[in-house]
């Protein structure tokens, strides 16, 4: 008789098949996105618990990351005057009892059952008296054994189902099974070269450290992996442009940029000159441009990109420029056409506005080739869009717009030429991790004449004086914005609180005498436009708003903004919020309220607002708090996440697999040696689409 076999088990292998799983668990796994051992091998733990650093409740000091084991002594859901649920548990143990506050996790209820055994980890708030937003794991007895020798205990994301037992087991078996069989997209050669770990040995060492040193190790060899994968598609784009020279030379001798200019009310900063000088250079050389033209708020970056695009017009090639909203798109529109004024430029807008008369005769025009320089929203990139002529595509605020628009672009012509406007100071980190080799030229002198801004934290005890204060900038004749932070996608929440706001200053009786009216996404577009022209008007003195005004508008009689529940923005956000103020001569005053639930740290992290103007300081600060993914869009940069790898903090091993990749590219520009064959299956597994669109045509 033949004897029975075990499975064989391969990286490829799913879930299913592994002991103790089968079909209804793999389901449950399937709910995570995973489905195969790899996938279950790449679900890196979130954190790890720590048993050596245990203590007793009793014991907790503020400000060290402990953590506590105890049981559940009672757990509610709690509605915040803002709307969100969040959740509250009291952990008990023999020495005391410690409340753990989760922000908008209502669901939590379903873990911190009463009487559950649970580890938490984390800090405990001074001011609070609670732990904020720890780690936790509801306990079970290999868990305790495991904590009880004082080892790390890693703490996989989980689903409905399958508990942080299941979880490791799983995992265990996962690696006994294929660890070693995972082909190491990572060529010895370079791992060689950098003194990097296997990748079997890596993800058993993620997963089940033996102790720091070696999650060290597994952690930094495999946040090299994604690095090392990120910038070899950059590489591999960057050739791929190079050798084709696909792009246009599209610069006139620029007469019509001097006639535009000559009528200037003001003539451009030194910085200003150079970044347009390194623009016009790139527009006439014939491989594409992708350059970065990054300037706070109020730097002056719209004259630039509009002289830049009068070279391309006058050469005879079509230009599209791309805002975030239509509100802006019909306002650039506008700052265009006056800063155009007595010369013969030929511009047009596209928005969902526009007549349906008007925009197919533009549609047609655009069509035969007809130069022009084009407003609009992403609409432009819809495929009824044709721009046979297209040379140059501007993109106002870069963290809108991601690779996939790029390459939806490309295809509209040859490939144009981009140049991204963004107040956003990327870090470096960001922007070779996510470009490769973009080029920027920065404005850092702000134009002058302009007024100082004072930023100011205070709390909401403050009102009636930040209140008293707004009364008497509008009694001088000046104008106001409030700002709400956007409380969920789609905005019905956040439309509510708006409207809550809005009603509570439009009845105050200090505010009275004023106009004081209400913009949020939710409003019809035309009701938007109403608005923001009553605003730019004056005949609205008080803005209460959520996001929209967040880029571009320009209204310099605005000199005081306030901004509630301020906290819950990232700090770049803040610093390009408060450049909606400070545009004219006057000085300006930027009011940053934290909600009642901010932490002492969230407050702390808003005075460096108040401390600093300078853009760059406040990225690096908010990029280290809040790492780069909400912050800078990642999810729309159409590029995979980042697991492990760091961008605050990884900057040298970005260096290293940087150059890496380059000189892997280099010597097999089409990975075809068997030794990168592991490399290429990587990429086109991951990267298949930003592959694809880079070397698209
Ligand atoms: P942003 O960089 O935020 O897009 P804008 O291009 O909107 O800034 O410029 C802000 C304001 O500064 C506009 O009113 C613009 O006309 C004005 N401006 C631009 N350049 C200069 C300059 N060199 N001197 C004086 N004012 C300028
Ligand atoms: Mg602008």
């Not at 058993?204 to 070696?214: E, F, M, N, R």
């Not at 009102?463 to 709400?484: C, K, N, S, T, Y």
Request: aromatic share 4%; proline share 5%.
């Amino acid at each position: 008789m033949p004897a029975v076999k075990e499975p064989r088990l391969e990286a490829a292998s799913r879930i299913q098949f592994l002991r103790g799983v089968g079909p209804t668990r793999a389901a449950l796994f399937e709910r995570l996105g995973l489905v195969t051992l790899e996938d279950l091998l790449r679900h890196y733990p979130r954190a790890y618990l720590d048993a050596r650093r245990f203590v007793r409740i009793a014991d907790l000091r503020p400000g060290e990351l402990v953590t506590v084991e105890g049981r559940v002594k009672h757990a509610a859901a709690l509605r915040t005057r803002v709307g969100r649920t969040d959740f509250v548990a009291t952990i008990e143990d023999a020495s005391g009892t410690i409340p753990c506050y989760f922000f908008g996790q209502p669901f939590l209820a379903r873990t911190f059952r009463h009487g559950a055994r649970v580890v938490v980890s984390g800090e405990l708030d001074a001011l609070e008296g609670r732990m904020l937003n720890p780690m936790f794991e509801v306990v079970e007895g290999e868990v305790e054994e495991r904590l009880h020798v004082g080892r790390l205990v890693p703490v996989h994301a989980l689903t409905r189902g399958i508990t942080a037992r299941g979880m490791r087991s799983a995992v265990r078996h996962a690696l006994e099974a294929a660890a070693t069989r995972i082909p190491d997209p990572v060529p010895e050669e370079v791992r060689r070269a950098h003194g990097l770990l296997g990748l079997g040995e890596s993800l058993a060492q993620i997963h089940l450290p033996d102790d720091d040193a070696h999650l060290a190790d597994a952690r930094r060899r495999l946040a090299f992996e994604e690095l090392f994968l990120l910038q070899s598609v950059m590489e591999l784009r960057r050739r791929a442009l190079q050798q084709e020279g696909r792009g246009l030379s599209s610069a006139g001798p620029g007469s019509l940029a001097a006639a535009v200019r000559a009528k200037l009310p003001f003539t451009l900063t030194a910085d200003q000159e150079r970044a347009l000088e390194e623009i016009v250079s790139d527009l006439r050389a014939s491989h594409p441009m992708h350059r970065l033209l990054l300037g706070d708020v109020g730097s002056g970056k719209t004259v630039v990109a509009l002289l830049a695009a009068l070279h391309a017009i006058e050469a005879g090639h079509q230009v599209a420029f791309m805002a975030p909203t239509e509100i802006l798109a019909r306002q650039h529109f506008a700052t265009l056409t006056g800063l155009c004024a007595g010369a013969e430029v030929p511009l047009a807008v596209l928005t969902a506005a526009t007549p349906a008369k008007e925009r197919r005769a533009l549609l047609a025009r655009l069509d035969a080739g007809e130069a022009a320089l084009v407003l609009g929203t992403h609409a432009l990139l819809d495929e009824k869009v044709k721009l046979p002529r297209l040379a140059l595509a501007i993109v106002d605020e870069q963290h809108r717009f991601g690779v996939r628009q790029r390459a939806t672009l490309a295809q509209k012509s040859v490939i144009p030429d981009v140049l991204v406007l963004t107040a956003t100071p990327i870090p470096r980190t960001l922007t070779l991790a996510w470009y490769g080799d973009l080029d920027v030229s920065r404005l850092r002198a702000r134009p002058p004449g302009r007024g100082r801004l004072v930023t100011r934290v205070a709390g909401e005890e403050k009102f009636p004086h930040v209140i008293d204060f707004m009364a008497r900038e509008l009694a001088a004749g000046r104008q106001a914005f409030v700002v709400l932070p956007l409380i969920e996608e789609g905005g019905r929440l956040e439309a509510r609180a708006a409207e809550a706001e809005f009603e509570r200053l439009a009845s105050h009786p200090r505010l009275s005498p004023h106009k004081v009216a209400l913009l949020h996404g939710r409003l019809k577009a035309e009701d938007k436009q109403a608005v923001m022209e009553g605003f730019a008007a004056g005949r609205i003195q008080v803005l209460v708003t959520t996001t929209v005004v967040e880029v571009g508008v320009d209204v310099p009689n605005a000199t005081l903004m306030v901004v509630e529940n301020a906290e819950r923005f990232g700090l770049t956000q803040l610093h390009q919020l408060r450049g909606r103020v400070g545009r004219g001569a006057a000085r300006s005053v930027c009011v940053l309220i934290p909600g009642p639930t901010a932490t002492t740290r969230a407050r702390e992290r808003l005075d460096v607002l108040s401390r600093t103007e300078d853009g760059f300081a406040i990225a690096e600060a908010d990029l280290e708090l809040r790492g780069p993914g909400e912050l800078w869009g990642t999810r729309q940069s159409g590029l995979p996440r980042l697991k492990l790898a760091d961008l605050a903090r990884d900057e040298a091993l970005l260096e290293e697999a940087r150059a890496a990749a380059r000189a892997l590219v280099e010597a097999d520009p089409w990975l075809q040696q068997g030794a990168h064959a592991a490399l290429k299956a990587a990429l086109i597994g991951q990267y298949r689409e930003p592959l694809e669109l880079a070397l698209a045509g």
